[in-house]
Antibody, heavy 119, light 110 residues
Framework: QVQLVESGGGVVQPGRSLRLSCAAAGFSFSSYGMHWVRQAPGQGLKWVAAILFDGSNEYYADSVKGRFTISRDNSKNTLHLQMNSLTTDDTAVYYC????????????WGQGTPVTVSS | QSALTQSASVSGSPGQSISISCTGTSSDVGSHGYVAWYQQHPGTAPKLMIY???RRPSGVSNRFSGSKSGNTASLTISGLQAEDEAEYYC??????????FGGGTKLTVL
């Protein structure tokens, strides 16, 4: 079955960078769009970014545009999120999610990796 | 990229039916057939319950159904059960090639 395992979360100071990874298994990774979605403590879901199946296009929420970069390595079935210039507002659990096909709606989610931005 | 509007909470007794609404704009809910609903229990990852407005993934109970009229989508849960108590989120694809979520609705089964 579909498995998504996020890693790379942790505690980081404001202004620093962090790179999240998501290892995918159980499906044809190179055939599906992928998303990153985050959830701040006690808050709702916020979409962060998405990438097409072949990496040809990336899409971002306004709040992270210019700071975050989504990428994928289809040869390694891995999704990444490079996060730069982090602020305390970026503190959240970050979920990796597989789309049903394109990038219209996350379908299957990983368990998430927590990111805390604090001095 | 304003969040879709959901009521903060809804409640119902076992066996009853409830509906949760999700209001967007003509740039998201109103212009695409890509509305989805997610169920999230505390401390767990969200689970897809409805996609493409009214389609159920394999394994999701037929007590869950979705619909849309104009800029507002709805999730209906019939025959409420204790395990349905959770937070529910809607999402929509947008004309800007992004995805937007609702603020979430807490369902309490009395």
């Amino acid at each position: 079955q579909v498995q998504l395992v996020e890693s790379g979360g942790g505690v980081v100071q404001p202004g620093r960078s962090l790179r999240l990874s998501c290892a995918a298994a159980g499906f044809s990774f190179s055939s599906y769009g992928m998303h990153w979605v985050r959830q701040a403590p006690g808050q709702g879901l916020k979409w962060v970014a998405a990438i097409l199946f072949d990496g040809s296009n990336e899409y971002y929420a306004d709040s992270v545009k210019g700071r975050f970069t989504i990428s994928r390595d289809n040869s390694k079935n891995t999704l990444h999120l490079q996060m730069n210039s982090l602020t305390t507002d970026d503190t959240a659990v970050y979920y990796c999610a597989k789309d049903r096909g394109w990038v219209a709606a996350p379908e299957t989610w990983g368990q998430g990796t927590p990111v805390t931005v604090s001095s | 990229q304003s969040a879709l509007t959901q009521s903060a909470s809804v409640s119902g007794s076992p066996g009853q039916s409830i509906s949760i609404s999700c209001t967007g704009t003509s740039s998201d809910v109103g212009s695409h057939g890509y509305v989805a609903w997610y169920q999230q229990h505390p401390g767990t990852a969200p689970k897809l319950m409805i996609y493409d407005v009214n389609r159920r993934p394999s394994g999701v109970s037929n007590r869950f159904s979705g619909s849309k009229s104009g800029n507002t989508a709805s999730l209906t849960i019939s025959g409420l059960q204790a395990e349905d108590e959770a937070e529910y989120y809607c999402s929509s694809y947008t004309s800007s090639n992004t995805v937007v979520f609702g603020g979430g609705t807490k369902l309490t089964v009395l």
